[in-house]
């Protein structure tokens, strides 16, 4: 299984990225997927996760009403979609991918399959 991500870029404060999650090698529609960032000096964190369906979503609570997580399945693609963005959203992103059915998936340990990051800069 590959994951490639890509949509990063440099982008003024109150602008908009979409990033792009492209699963290939695998069953698509039987992953639980997710958005981690990582800044730097800090450590990894979740940002969004999305269930197989698409049916639930988690958000972290600083990006609540900016940041949207989608997958249409029948493209093997994930999204997120970043509006309003501060200088505090700069970091590498990533996305990830677990096999299950049954949720979305909070803890990165559980994730099996990662993409390769893609940076995010945030000018003020």
């Known amino acids: 299984v590959q994951l490639q991500a890509s949509g990063g870029g440099l982008v003024q404060a109150g602008g908009s990225l979409r990033l792009s999650c492209v699963v290939s090698?695998?069953?698509?529609?039987?992953?639980?997927m997710g958005w981690f960032r990582q800044a730097p000096g800090k450590e990894r964190e979740l940002v969004a996760a999305?269930?197989?369906?698409?049916?639930?979503?988690y958000y972290v609570d600083s990006v609540k009403g900016r940041f949207t997580i989608s997958r249409p399945n029948a493209k093997n693609t994930m999204y997120l979609q970043m509006n309003s963005l501060k200088p505090e959203d700069t970091a590498v992103y990533y996305c990830?991918?677990?096999?299950?059915?049954?949720?979305?998936?909070?803890?990165?340990?559980?994730?099996?399959?990662w993409g390769q990051g893609t940076q995010v800069t945030v000018s003020s």
């Open positions: 990830a991918a677990e096999p299950t059915l049954t949720g979305w998936v909070g803890p990165q340990r559980r994730y099996d399959y």
């Open positions: 090698g695998g069953t698509f529609s039987s992953y639980a």
């Open positions: 999305i269930t197989w369906s698409g049916g639930s979503r």
